[in-house]
């Protein structure tokens, strides 16, 4: 097989380069597990794009993200296998004998799944998930963290593998065992997780050796306490889920209810800086190589949130009414106000960061700010999500 001959075959069938690639890996495993990552990744953008919107600042950058967000998913995960590509050609003598022995190895490999999306796009987790895997299982599933945009879909893999692993971090074990929604954070954001259980433990500390390569898990405490970050070393690839973004990196949810949590966030982008990866996998938005411009970027919104702790709680009661608005698609402004006004972070935000103002007008105006920065369209009584 010539260069040509697999960029040919790349171009007509980005599968067939995911068999290619394989001997550069020595398994499919691996092609499989980035493959799923990456195609999560984009997933997780167009359904869950919260953060992106809220920070944007001009009508430039809104037409600059959007253009990026709706960007096909087929093109994202053939970027990503361009990179597979790189690495890959190197090895040119071997592909012929890889053809022949990857549908074998597929059958003898684990196939894994890092993170599982919102509760509402479970449907398109299950389907990505078979159009990679087609008759094989799903073997494994880990979760870096247990908010519900990461763990929204391991209920419904479970039971649709029912031999599947689930690596949780250690932190929240006892509550999921429970199934305690105060302590998993779903009951005080508002929010929905159905009930899943875990079959292992992710130990910040260790080290797995999964899809051939070793993956070390690193404690990366800040956006949530019980993070862990993948990185594989080899190929100096970290999975980052929400500690950083190409853009910034998710609501710091301890600071939300008073928990100081802003040195930790900086210490995990210290942690990042140090393991210098080449390529990131963020817990939102796509594949990305650009990795100190995105490191300099998130320390500067650090820097601002910790000046100004009541710009980093308007931009946390921001997400999670977007995050609902996504959810719900469009709402009658009565009806989102009654949920709104339940919500226990809702409450304990507008009490602390409220001011002198009453809570139905605190949350009119967190909603013209949504409106103003063209997250939400108000029409006839109706929210949309926008
Ligand atoms: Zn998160």
Known sequence: MTAEQIVASHKA???????????????????????????????????????????????????????????????????????????????GGEFTKAIESQTAAAQKQFATLVDTAYVTHQDQTLALVRGHLHDRPLDRLVNTHLHSDHCGGNHYLQVHYPQLQTWITPGLSQAVLDWTQEDLSYQPTGQNCPRFHFTHLLQPGSVHRWANANWEVHAAPGHDPHSVILF????????????????????????????????????????????????????????????????????????????????????????????????????????????AMDVPYMRDLHQRFGLAYSLPTWLDMMLAELTRSGALLELDGMLHDA
Do not use: C
């Open 13 to 91: 069938n980005v599968e067939t380069l995911f068999g290619l690639t394989a001997k550069a890996f020595e398994g499919v495993e691996k092609l499989v597990e980035l493959n799923l990552t990456a195609a999560k990744a984009a997933l997780d953008e167009s359904a869950n794009n919260t953060q992106a919107a809220l920070s944007v600042k001009d009508a430039q950058e809104l037409l600059a993200m959007q253009a990026n967000l709706f960007q096909p998913l087929a093109e994202k995960t053939a970027a990503y296998s361009r990179h597979l590509y790189d690495i890959a050609s190197g090895t």
């Open 232 to 339: 594989a070393p080899e190929y100096r690839l970290l999975m980052s889920a929400d500690a950083l973004w190409q853009n910034g990196f998710g609501v710091v949810f301890p600071e939300l209810v008073g928990v100081a949590a802003f040195d930790e966030v900086a210490q995990t982008l210290d942690l990042i800086e140090r393991l210098n990866p080449t390529t990131i996998i963020p817990g939102h938005g796509s594949v990305f190589s650009d990795v100190s411009p995105a490191l300099d970027l998130a320390r500067q919104k650090l820097e601002a949130f910790a000046k100004n702790p009541e710009r980093h709680a308007r931009y946390g009661t921001k997400v999670l009414l977007k995050f609902k608005l996504l959810e719900w698609g469009h709402i009658s402004r009565q009806d989102f106000n009654a949920w």
